[in-house]
């Protein structure tokens, strides 16, 4: 015998699922962010450091 069909449980199953699969790729997206974030930092705190192309040095 065939079994009944539970629309709403399965409709709130797929939303769920969904919801999941979303959080999952918004905390990857922010995650991507901010090592983004980190490394232009130390790209820029290196390049503070240092005198870059077309600065003049304290070399005569």
Known sequence: ???K??????RRER???KAIKV????EAK???????R????DTAAKEDGAP???EPTDKG
């Open 38 to 41: 980190a490394e232009n930092a």
């Open 15 to 17: 939303e769920r699922l």
């Open 23 to 26: 959080a999952e790729k918004a």
């Open 30 to 36: 922010r995650l991507a962010r901010e090592k983004a």
């Open 52 to 54: 870059g192309e077309g």
């Open 5 to 10: 069909p539970n629309y709403d449980f399965e």
């Open 1 to 3: 015998m065939a079994r």
